[in-house]
């Protein structure tokens, strides 16, 4: 499975972006995906995760009310969209993902299967 991030870029505290990733071959049917990220000196992060079916979504307490995940399976994308955001919402933003086989949302970077190669978001204040 490859994964394409995009969408990040600079915006001033208080904007918006929408991170999307773009997979290609898959070979299993059923995939969750999340999306995580990182500053320098600092572990990767969980922020959002979304099961294939879409039915179900969780995120990380910072970013709660603010972003949402979601996913068009026809296209094979996923979306990150984030609102509201603040200057220490900085870091560069990866998708990953991992065969569904159980209805679980894994926070855990190290149960993701696959990843994409990050793109970064700035936010000054």
């Known amino acids: 499975v490859q994964l394409q991030a995009s969408g990040g870029g600079s915006v001033q505290a208080g904007g918006s972006l929408r991170l999307s990733c773009a997979a290609s071959?898959?070979?299993?049917?059923?995939?969750?995906t999340g999306w995580f990220r990182q500053t320098p000196g600092k572990d990767r992060e969980f922020v959002a995760a979304?099961?294939?079916?879409?039915?179900?979504?969780h995120y990380a307490d910072s970013v709660k009310g603010r972003f949402t995940i979601s996913r068009d399976n026809a296209k094979n994308t996923m979306y990150l969209q984030m609102n509201n955001l603040k200057p220490e919402d900085t870091a560069v933003y990866y998708c990953a993902e991992k065969v569904e086989k159980y209805r679980i949302l894994y926070v855990d970077v190290h149960e993701y299967e696959y990843w994409g190669q990050g793109t970064q978001v700035t936010v000054s204040s």
């Open positions: 979304i099961s294939w079916s879409g039915s179900s979504t």
């Open positions: 071959g898959r070979t299993e049917s059923r995939y969750t």
